[in-house]
């Protein structure tokens, strides 16, 4: 009869405390870019989304409601007029803060699905 030894099987420990160091050094080593110049709070998604060279119309809903077109603060009975001067073709990037009502969020798809706007793009944090 053959006698076990301390060889005859892999010992893992290691490779997990290898594992778990590169973890926490990739961890702490991530860096987030801020978006854009209005300060938003964004959700977070896991999609991504491809890059377009065309200019892109970028509107942000703030937490208190406020519009913004670009940098450019519109109210909201001008938005839909302002979204019409925007070529259907063109991207439309869409940001909200998180802490902002749907009612806002719905109000701005309303108007473009209305208007038949389909190259349209939530932004989230990655």
């Known amino acids: 009869m053959r006698r076990s030894s301390k060889y005859d099987s892999i010992n893992v420990v290691p490779f997990i405390d290898i594992m778990l160091v590169l973890l926490v050094i990739v961890l702490t080593t ?3 870019i801020p978006m854009g110049k209005i300060k938003l709070d964004l959700p977070t998604g896991s999609s991504k989304i491809k890059e377009e060279p065309k200019k892109a119309l970028k509107i942000s809903i703030k937490a208190n409601g406020d519009v913004y077109f670009d940098k450019e603060k519109i109210e909201h009975n001008n938005v839909e007029v ?6 259907k073709k063109s991207p439309i990037e869409l940001y909200a803060d998180k802490n902002s009502k749907f009612d806002n969020f719905v109000f701005i798809l309303d108007i473009l ?5 389909e190259n349209l793009g939530i932004i989230t944090k990655k």
């Open 30 to 32: 991530a860096s987030f």
């Open 113 to 117: 699905k209305k208007n038949e706007y």
């Open 82 to 87: 302002m979204i019409l001067k925007h070529d």
